[in-house]
């Protein structure tokens, strides 16, 4: 157990349609980040958020977009879903200075978009 | 720019043999190396890193990694599987400014055969 947990575990969406996955990261972790699974592929940065603002962007559309809270918990909001975005979605937390050199991952929310 | 590379994407062995998962890097700046094993329907678990200092590093589950600058590469050994250590091996590298910003290989997967 990491201390970092994603909610749903699995959800089916259509295609075109909006979806929201939340993730409350572990104690006294204030930076979030992202990552996109797809099936046989290793995770992909998506972005990181760190004391409520963007801190950082892969190589992902705007119709991606996030948020972070007061409490550090952040969302992944992706628009407009397209097949291609059927994948395992990965949160990871980390706290800040020299001596935090590690992210620990949650469990993934599956996204099956149909 | 940073780039790993998984050379192998499946690796069979029989149990209690040796194994070695071989991992290059790309990178012009300094970066932490990482090796992340993920079970079937998890997250990712941390195995072991390298930040700086010893080339050889010790991780969990008897798995350890070296680190070869002059060849940039990280390859993970140990010297005797179990049933077990069947999974995804994800070799990833990150920024020393945020570990949470990963890039990661493609995987190998390590089949162990009884």
């Known amino acids: 157990e990491t201390g970092v947990t994603q909610s749903p575990t699995h959800l089916i969406k259509t295609r075109g349609q909006q979806v929201t996955l939340r993730c409350s990261s572990q104690?006294?972790?204030?930076?979030v980040s992202w990552y996109q699974q797809a099936l046989g592929q290793g995770p992909q940065f998506i972005f990181q958020y760190y004391r409520e603002e963007e801190n950082g962007r892969g190589n992902f559309p705007p119709r991606f977009s996030g948020l972070q809270f007061p409490n550090y918990s952040s969302e992944l909001n992706v628009n407009a879903l397209e097949l291609d975005d059927s994948a395992l979605y990965l949160c990871?937390?980390?706290?800040?200075?020299?001596?935090?050199?590690?992210?620990?991952f949650g469990q993934g929310t599956r996204l099956t978009v149909v | 720019a940073q780039s790993v590379t998984q050379l192998d994407s499946q690796v069979p062995v029989f149990e209690e043999a040796p194994v070695e998962l071989r991992c290059n890097y790309s990178s012009s700046v300094s970066v932490y190396l990482f090796w992340y094993v993920q079970y079937p329907n998890q997250g990712l678990q941390l195995l072991l890193k390298?930040?700086?200092?010893?080339?050889l590093v010790k991780g969990i589950n008897g798995f350890e990694a070296e680190f070869n600058k002059s060849q940039t590469s990280f390859h993970l050994r140990k010297p005797s599987v179990h049933i077990s250590d069947t999974a995804e091996y994800f070799c990833a590298v990150s920024p020393p400014s945020s570990a949470s910003k990963i890039i990661f290989g493609s995987g190998t997967r390590l089949s162990i055969r009884p």
């Open positions: 104690s006294g972790h204030n930076t």
């Open positions: 390298y930040l700086s200092g010893s080339t």
């Open positions: 990871a937390s980390q706290g800040q200075g020299a001596r935090n050199t590690e992210a620990f």
